[in-house]
């Protein structure tokens, strides 16, 4: 379609500037102006369509741990909702290291890991000042490293990876497999709040 507009405005061109009486003022400011317009159309038109996509990126994000479910949020409608795997222990409140419990409550996504063991990693601000105090209460370190991450890289046989998406198997983070985190990597914005209820 852009080279067709292209062809026929230097047909329209080439036509114009055939041998012949010179043409001057308002009809010659006239061709320039409509082929200036045809230019900036047919370039607007080639390159338009990628400049004007929008990434609907995620405003929030919602664990529901008892439903084994991540869902992207934006402005309150579910733009994407996936399966996840928790922690070995998942059900409560992590409370110290170790524990293999994912956490519930209110954090960020706060920095990213491209090359992670587990594929691609997104961190969660696990422990947040209530869970730091409440460790501290137990006597306890809370531990961290709290991360939205794929399968691990080292699992290749697909019947292997396709049962790690049937069990939870996480010391604590949230697993999805490797082309949902691929899309989750590009839909949140780091600094996006993450809530994860039971």
């Known amino acids: 379609m852009c080279d067709d507009a292209i062809r026929t405005a230097r047909r329209s061109t ?8 010179r043409r001057t003022g308002r009809v010659g400011l006239g061709l320039a102006a409509a082929l200036a317009a045809v230019y900036a159309l ?8 990628q400049a004007t996509t929008k990434v609907a990126y995620a405003d929030r994000v919602l664990v529901k741990k008892s439903e084994r479910k991540l869902q992207l949020l934006k402005n ?10 928790l922690g070995a222990n998942p059900a409560g409140h ?23 063991d587990y594929h691609r990693a ?28 794929g399968l691990p890289n080292y699992v290749t046989s697909p019947v292997v990876r396709a049962e790690y998406q049937r069990r939870d ?11 949902e985190i691929e899309e989750i990597w590009r839909l949140v914005r780091d600094g996006t709040p993450i809530r994860i209820q039971e």
């Open 42 to 49: 047919t370039l607007g038109g080639c390159g338009g369509e």
């Open 76 to 85: 309150g409608k579910v733009l994407k909702e996936y399966r996840v795997a």
């Open 122 to 149: 997104i961190h969660v601000s696990y422990p947040n000042a209530q869970d730091v105090q409440l460790a501290k209460a137990l006597g306890v370190s809370p531990g961290g490293s709290i991360m939205v991450h």
């Open 169 to 179: 198997w996480t010391n604590g983070c949230i697993a999805v497999n490797d082309q």
């Open 94 to 116: 992590k409370m110290q290291e170790g524990d293999k419990r994912t956490p519930v409550g209110d954090y960020v996504l706060d920095w990213r890991k491209p090359n992670s």
């Open 14 to 21: 080439q036509r114009r500037a055939r041998p012949g009486p």
